[in-house]
């Protein structure tokens, strides 16, 4: 589904989310070269013109002993676009990340709005620590998308009866929901993203479990995508060590 509203600014309502990789200075090179400078000095720069390949037990060794600095010697910068509610969970993570989101102060935002897919679990089973999520009914799944519809559709004629009296953006904005698209750009180097893919993805191969809120595991799950192109060794060492962050 499209992100940009029909001209009547009627509301449209998405699912999905979107990741993009902007730009990168990525590579299993850049591992290498940050961390045989330690032996080989001013040699180590030879490592750029290698194939990493030779060196991927190195790579294994590092991320296996937790030697974690080589890994940020690299930089990932994403655009997302995903629920208001994402984001305030996405920026918890403040270590080896840069964001720069939308202003609701210096822009009219766009009437765009989630609604849970038909895969997505609505009910949540069992005690906080212990509990599991399961699939709605399809009387539910209606139940949950009509009511979000109807009141996206009351708070953005809200805030657009706001916006025509002359009320600032920055006021009338307080009546949009957080299941409101926003838009940002998210930089960070391999070891804050192995970090946040720790937290926020369930994976087989994790030694250590994680619960993230599905929403935010779609934009992990993208971004983990964009990241194995890039540096295919490291990510296979990460995998093979148990998803943990070095």
């Not at 953005?156 to 953006?169: H, T």
């Not at 307080?174 to 369930?202: D, E, I, K």
Request: charged fraction near 25%; hydrophobic fraction near 40%; include cysteine.
């Amino acid at each position: 589904m499209t992100d940009t509203p029909a001209d009547d600014l009627k509301p449209l309502f998405r699912s999905d989310v979107t990741v993009e990789l902007i730009k990168h200075t990525a590579s299993d090179a850049d591992v290498l070269f940050a961390a045989r400078v330690s032996t080989a000095g001013e040699q180590s720069l030879e490592e750029l013109q290698k194939d990493p390949e030779r060196s991927k037990g190195l790579i294994n060794y590092l991320m296996r002993d937790r030697h974690g600095s080589p890994f940020e010697h690299n930089s990932m910068t994403f655009f997302v676009s995903a629920p208001i509610f994402v984001f305030r969970e996405f920026m918890r993570h403040r270590v080896g990340w840069s964001y720069n989101e939308e202003s609701g102060r210096y822009r009219e935002l766009e009437p765009v709005f989630y609604v849970p897919g038909e895969d997505r679990k609505l009910v949540q089973q069992g005690r906080p620590g212990k509990y599991e999520f399961v699939q709605g009914t399809p009387e539910q799944h209606k139940t949950v998308t009509a009511a979000m519809e109807e009141s996206y559709r009351q708070s953005y004629a809200a805030y657009q009866e706001m916006l025509a009296a002359g009320v600032a953006r920055e006021v009338a904005r307080a009546t949009l929901p957080v299941g409101l698209f926003s838009s940002m750009y998210a930089t960070c180097n391999a070891r804050s993203l192995m970090h946040f893919l720790g937290l926020r993805t369930q994976h087989e191969l994790a030694k250590v479990p994680s619960f993230p809120q599905r929403e935010i595991e779609m934009v992990a799950e993208k971004m983990e995508a964009e990241w194995a192109k890039l540096m295919p060794l490291t990510h296979a060492a990460y995998n093979a060590n148990g998803r943990v962050a070095p």
